[in-house]
């Protein structure tokens, strides 16, 4: 199909563009199976909304088309995607012409669950970088997977980039868990010889209390057997992801590139290593600051902090044994929080301030302007934004 128009300049009185938008949501609304709504591949959108396809009309027109999107696979044109050929040659270089770049991928998590590079004949690990259980049948079970097409006879897709495909839009559509699985549940139906997961994993679906306090995880409930739960908790553990950072050979050399290829400019601040908090920090820890491969951390806080206070100890004490992909080593991955952004109560349990007494203020500290309401019965800092404002110290 004929994409010069996307290039157009005057596209509110250009015939050519208004064709070219035309002949594109004719196709688009044949590719949405009778639905009014579609994704939206404006500059401002970027195909992350749907929208009705008259709106999308006039987003085309008002907003142009986002000139990247040339593969309009969105809107139903088609994505060659090629399935690794185990009779190709191996000496025929490859990888370069898959979109998700799977060989050299594979040939990353190997080199960093087992610590050296991946052959045709591999002995057992003697150790992971990433821990998780059974890492040798989880790796060739996924490389497979890889290789194994979607259903007899598919050339289009294999197993794992069909399941890479569906979860990348779920997250771009919003998908929740429930809507995911019903698509689960419905595509074995249409394909029966399809190789699909049977829903999106849940952890610790069987604790009914709390393992700390041991206070019941579910609200009471007299309209039903179906029990509510008392609060929801998702955390992703910090460790490993930090670890898969440097599984990329690329990211790992973005990771390291504040200490190795940055020009440091006493003048101006481009990077949060020109700032008064990390060189004071690398200061008081010359030790952490000399790997380039340790990572400063910056966070929204909440009030569930134990889960990552945890682990933030360890990778500042002892620290996780981590595969760098670019220079191919081994080493002790170190992490330290150095800014959080949080609401004021949130910062009082953060550092161990009270910051409901006297002294509530952590910069003014005996200097602070407070007082006590006899009948209010709670502390007031009525003259201390004046002085915040005047000498601009921080007050939360």
């Given at each position: 199909?004929?994409?010069?128009?996307?290039?157009?300049?005057?596209?509110?009185l250009?015939?050519?563009?208004?064709?070219?938008?035309?002949?594109?949501?004719?196709?688009?609304?044949?590719?949405?199976?009778?639905?009014d709504?579609?994704?939206?591949?404006?500059?401002?959108?970027?195909?992350n909304?749907?929208?009705?396809?008259?709106?999308?009309?006039?987003?085309?027109?008002?907003?142009?088309?986002?000139?990247?999107?040339?593969?309009?696979?969105?809107?139903?044109?088609?994505?060659?995607?090629?399935?690794?050929?185990?009779?190709?040659?191996?000496?025929?270089?490859?990888?370069?012409?898959?979109?998700?770049?799977?060989?050299?991928?594979?040939?990353?998590?190997?080199?960093a669950?087992?610590?050296?590079?991946?052959?045709?004949n591999?002995?057992?690990?003697?150790?992971?970088?990433?821990?998780?259980?059974?890492?040798?049948?989880?790796?060739?079970?996924?490389?497979?997977?890889?290789?194994?097409?979607?259903?007899?006879?598919?050339?289009?897709?294999?197993?794992?980039?069909?399941i890479?495909?569906?979860?990348?839009?779920?997250?771009?559509?919003?998908?929740?868990?429930?809507?995911?699985?019903?698509?689960?549940?419905?595509?074995?139906?249409?394909?029966?010889?399809?190789?699909?997961?049977?829903?999106?994993?849940?952890?610790?679906?069987?604790?009914?209390?709390?393992?700390?306090?041991?206070?019941?995880?579910?609200?009471?409930?007299?309209?039903?057997?179906?029990?509510?739960?008392?609060?929801?908790?998702?955390?992703?553990?910090?460790?490993?992801?930090?670890?898969?950072?440097?599984?990329?050979?690329k990211?790992?050399?973005?990771?390291?590139?504040?200490?190795?290829?940055?020009?440091?400019?006493?003048t101006?601040?481009?990077?949060?290593?020109?700032?008064?908090?990390w060189?004071?920090?690398d200061?008081?820890?010359?030790?952490?600051?000399?790997?380039?491969?340790?990572?400063?951390?910056?966070n929204?806080?909440?009030?569930?902090?134990?889960?990552?206070?945890?682990?933030?100890?360890?990778?500042?004490?002892?620290?996780?044994?981590?595969?760098?992909?670019?220079?191919?080593?081994?080493?002790?991955l170190?992490?330290?929080?150095?800014?959080?952004?949080?609401?004021?109560?949130?910062?009082?349990?953060?550092?161990?301030?009270?910051?409901?007494?006297?002294?509530?203020?952590?910069?003014?500290?005996?200097s602070?302007?407070?007082?006590?309401?006899?009948?209010?019965?709670?502390?007031?800092?009525?003259?201390?934004?004046?002085?915040?404002?005047?000498?601009?110290?921080?007050?939360?």
């Open positions: 199909m004929d994409k010069s128009w996307m290039s157009l300049g005057d596209r509110l250009s015939p050519a563009y208004a064709e070219g938008v035309n002949s594109f949501l004719r196709m688009a609304r044949t590719h949405s199976m009778g639905s709504r579609i994704q939206c591949p404006c500059r401002i959108c970027c195909n909304l749907f929208l009705p396809i008259f709106e999308v009309e006039s987003h085309l027109f008002i907003k142009e088309i986002d000139p990247t999107y040339t593969h309009w696979i969105f809107h139903g044109e088609e994505e060659t995607l090629p399935i690794i050929d185990n009779d190709v040659d191996p000496g025929v270089e490859s990888g370069d012409v898959y979109i998700d770049d799977m060989d050299r991928i594979f040939d990353d998590i190997w080199a669950t087992f610590g050296d590079a991946r052959e045709d591999t002995t057992s690990p003697a150790h992971s970088a990433i821990p998780q259980s059974s890492p040798s049948t989880t790796f060739d079970q996924q490389l497979e997977d890889a290789q194994r097409p979607l259903f007899d006879g598919c050339t289009k897709f294999s197993k794992l980039f069909f890479v495909k569906l979860l990348y839009i779920k997250t771009l559509g919003g998908w929740s868990i429930k809507s995911f699985d019903m698509l689960l549940s419905l595509l074995p139906s249409a394909f029966h010889n399809a190789e699909l997961p049977q829903s999106y994993e849940e952890e610790n679906v069987n604790l009914n209390e709390c393992p700390i306090c041991k206070a019941s995880q579910w609200m009471p409930n007299t309209h039903g057997s179906r029990v509510i739960p008392q609060k929801v908790l998702r955390h992703f553990p910090l460790k490993p992801r930090l670890q898969r950072l440097f599984v990329s050979s990211i790992a050399g973005d990771m390291r590139w504040h200490k190795e290829q940055r020009v440091t400019d006493e101006s601040m481009r990077h949060p290593a020109d700032s008064e908090a060189k004071t920090f200061q008081a820890n010359p030790i952490f600051a000399r790997d380039a491969c340790n990572v400063r951390l910056g929204d806080i909440d009030v569930y902090l134990q889960p990552l206070i945890d682990e933030l100890l360890e990778l500042w004490e002892h620290g996780v044994p981590t595969f760098d992909a670019s220079t191919k080593e081994m080493f002790m170190h992490a330290a929080l150095l800014w959080t952004i949080n609401d004021f109560p949130a910062y009082g349990n953060l550092s161990g301030w009270s910051t409901k007494e006297k002294l509530a203020c952590p910069s003014c500290n005996e602070t302007d407070s007082n006590w309401l006899k009948y209010g019965r709670k502390h007031c800092y009525i003259g201390h934004r004046r002085l915040a404002m005047k000498v601009q110290i921080p007050i939360g």
